[in-house]
Every structure is written in C-alpha cells, then in structure tokens.
C-alpha cells in the first residue's frame, strides 16, 4: 500500500471511530484583563448576613408582616417556627396552608430561606419538646410543603430537639439517645439530596454516621447519595469561646467542621455573647477564613454586630462572607464564521470565605443585536471554588451555520439551575469587579465582543478537540 492511500485509510478510520478533531475557522485569540478592585456590598445569592424571624403557632405572625424590614442587600431569611401547641397533637391544617404561601413570600421577593422547626423558646417551660413518635409525625406532615418548596430553601436546620431547637435542653431526646438519630434520618427523607441539613454540632453528625473521617474533597461533597454529603453544622454561638459554649468538644471538632466547610458544606449560625473573642475585629476575621463562614446572623448578638461596625471590619465581613467571584483574565476569540468555533478560557478568583454551597450552572452568551445564542457549560461543580482558589471556565463553543453575521457581546450567566428561578436575575450569581458591567438581566459583560463575519475572511484554521453546540434564539 502506497503512503498516500495508507494516511488515507488511517484518517477514515478515525473518522468512522468519532476520534477525528473539529476544525475550527477563527481569528487568535485576545486577553482581556479585568481589574481587582471590588464592588462594595455586591448583592448574590445563598450567603451574607441572614434577617432572622419567628413566630409561635399560639401566637402565629405572619411572614408578611415582617418582609418589608428585611434590609435591602440580604438574599437570605431565617425562620424559626416553633410548634409550642402541638406536643401531643398534629399539626393543624391552617398552619399546614399557610406555610407555601409564606414561602411563596420568599420567592417573590428574590431570596431563599433557612426554616428551622422547634417546640419551646424558652428555657423555664416544663416540656421543652415532643415526645420521638410526635416528631417524626409532624416531620412526615411537613414532608410535602418541603419538597414543594426546595428551590427557595438554602439548607434546613435540623431543630426539633429542645429549646429553639438546639438540640441541648431537652426534655424527651437524653444525650446519644437513638431517637436524635432518627429525627435526622426523618429529615433527610424530606428534603432532596440538593440541600443540606444543617446539625447544632459536629459530634451529632459524627454519632449518626458512626464515623469522624471528614468530607474532604468537592467531589465527595456533591456525592449525595451519601449522608456525610448531606450534613453540615451550624454554630448558634459563634465566636463566643474556644468551644462556643461547648459546640466543639476539642480542637480535632473545629478541624473536622472547617475541612467540611472548605468544600462546600455549608458552615454559620450567629454570635450569642460580647465576647472579647467575638468583638474583636482581628480574631474574627481571622476565624471566619479559617472556618469558612458562608452565612450569620445580622441581628444578634447585637453588641457584636456593633464592635465590629466600631472596629471597621463590619463590611469585609459583609462582603467575604460566602462567596466572592472576582475574573482575573479572558482568552476569547476575536472573530469566528458560522458553523466555526468560539474559544473561550476565564479564570476567576473566589476571594469569599467559602465555596458556593448549591448546584449552579454556568452559561456562556453570544449577544447580538438581534439574536442570543447561549451555550452551558458541563461538569461544573461550584463546590470547587475553593476559598482564596483561581479556577477556570472553559469551552469551545460551535456556532450554528446559519448565524447571522455581526458584533456580539460575551455574556456570563450564572443562573439558580432550578426550573422555577433559571430566569429569575435575583437568584443569579454576578462578579464583583469593578469594570465587570452587570446587565439589567444580572449577566456578567465580559468586555469582549467577538465578530462574526464570512469564512475567509482573514481567519486561520485550527483544530478543537471537543465542541459545544450554541442553539440561538
């Protein structure tokens, strides 16, 4: 066989096994470098400061009446119901009805909720909760208003044991009673795998798993199908002490909390006492990198919140707190043809305390003056985006052949990947570069334009290993 009829054999039988490169018409790539100054104060989803409500089912206020005091900025709300009358009795239908609506609230105003379920607020009570088989009813009777419900709830706190629902004074859960364990195997049946469960301490998820190994790696984190994945700790005395008045039992719990924490497990709470720990500027930012803070209260305790205005480290902690996306630089085609292909490389700092906690997606935006062509992107795990990390998007993204010819802005879209809230801007994650635009849609302008013009006009040839279709519209 000749060398010519041999390449020629080869080359067919790449094609026929799908091995063989997409060839890609299109101009040398451009860099665009973004600058690192920050927006103060950026609005994003799912972390920050929390506005704190509750209400009695004796006494029952209406979500309603408190929504307009929620501050302007704060995408999170915490809600404590406590079901003081029913410690021997189902939960009534009213109450049942009422909860969707006040979710519903929540979704309509752009932000999402951590519900917590308890039975007392107060210490002095006799019974301070129900009795395990009363649990477990009024978790069954909640299961359907949850599950309706997950695309405006960030977590869930466990409660349901003891005063507010911190799982320490307690009148029918003792300590390592088997009963705690099955109100968190209850509550892991009625929220989907997507959201976390949020436990009052480490060694109450350690005691259900019958394990210490931590959650160490993002994959191990987003791996549902496991509980470890699935639980996280919340802190109701923040700050207070090297045990935050007995949340960790040593060092080696601060550690097994913080290393979960660093890949997407979602760590906060609120402070509970003016501390000198607490009200020190220094020590608290230095606890809240190292613990990986995504969420806290912005009402309590108040002489904390206070120190820290005094201080001058209220707004970083405001503004780190979660999340926080800075671009660092873009390679992207300057010019590509219809039917050819866009490259495109962004590198982004997370310089936020943690990682971002739920599923996101991720889409790449052709905007022309007339059409918007809008890829997304596969295998992203936002969980990834360590803390103090630079990470990469990337893609190369084949354009349909009958695009028509023009100037296109590149957009970033990072949307809630929920049905119900993708076209929502208020659940979409923005950039907090100060030369980033952000749209009226809450899409990232990249500050690039890529031109789409005839095949040969002036392009080279190269090849791409992997393409993405772009659909327009």
């Known amino acids: 066989m000749r060398r010519s009829d041999m390449l020629q054999s080869v080359v067919k039988g790449l094609l026929l096994l799908g091995l063989a490169c997409v060839g890609v018409v299109e101009a040398q790539l451009q860099t665009v470098s973004y600058a690192q100054s920050i927006v103060p104060n950026i609005v994003n989803p799912e972390r920050g400061f929390y506005y704190a409500t509750e209400t009695t089912l004796s006494s029952y206020e209406n979500l309603a009446d408190t929504m307009e005091e929620v501050p302007a900025g704060v995408t999170l709300l915490y809600r404590n119901y406590f079901l003081d009358n029913c410690l021997d009795k189902d939960l009534p239908n009213d109450f049942l009805l009422t909860l969707p609506k006040e979710f519903d609230l929540v979704r309509r105003a752009g932000m999402k909720m951590i519900p917590r379920f308890a039975y007392s607020d107060k210490l002095s ?28 709830i960030f977590l869930l706190q466990a409660g349901f044991v003891g005063v507010w629902g911190e799982w320490y004074y307690t009148t029918n859960f003792p300590a390592n009673s088997p009963e705690r364990d099955s109100v968190i195997a209850a509550l892991l049946t009625v929220i989907p795998a997507n959201r976390q469960l949020a436990l009052r301490t480490p060694v109450f998820k350690q005691k259900f798993l019958n394990s210490k190994k931590a959650v160490s790696s993002a994959g191990e984190a987003s791996d549902t199908s496991k509980p470890a994945a699935r639980l996280s700790i919340h802190d109701d005395c923040y700050l207070m002490d090297e045990t935050d008045a007995g949340t960790y039992r040593d060092n080696a719990d601060k550690v097994y909390m913080a290393t979960e924490a660093s890949v997407g ?138 695009m028509p010819l023009g100037a296109y802005r590149l957009l970033l879209n990072l949307p809630d990947p929920i049905p119900s809230l993708r076209a929502r801007k208020e659940y979409r994650m923005v950039l907090a570069n100060t030369d980033v635009t952000i749209t009226p849609e809450r899409t990232n ?9 005839r095949s040969g006009s002036g392009l080279r040839r190269r090849t791409a290993s992997r393409a993405l279709q772009v659909p327009c519209i």
């Open 125 to 152: 009570v006799k019974v301070k909760d129900a009795k395990p088989a009363v649990v477990l009813r009024h978790i069954k009777q909640l299961s359907r208003v949850l599950t309706d419900n997950t695309d405006v």
């Open 445 to 453: 302008d990249l500050k690039h334009t890529v031109q789409i013009v």
């Open 265 to 402: 497990l979602a760590f906060g709470g609120e402070t509970c006492a003016s501390t000198k720990l607490a009200t020190s500027c220094s020590s608290a930012l230095s606890y809240m990198k190292k613990t990986f803070t995504t969420y806290l209260n912005n009402g309590y305790h108040p002489a904390v919140l206070k120190q820290w205005r005094l201080g001058g480290c209220f707004d970083e902690v405001r503004d780190r707190m979660g999340y926080r996306l800075v671009a660092q630089q873009g390679k992207f085609s300057s010019k590509a043809s219809p039917g050819g292909t866009v490259s495109f490389e962004l590198s982004v700092k997370n310089d936020g305390y943690s990682p971002p906690v739920n599923p996101r997606d991720v889409e790449v935006i052709l905007q022309g003056s007339t059409r918007r062509c809008v890829a997304r992107l596969d295998g992203i795990n936002p969980k990834a985006w360590a803390s103090g990390s630079v990470f990469t998007l990337s893609a190369n993204l084949k354009l349909p052949q009958g």
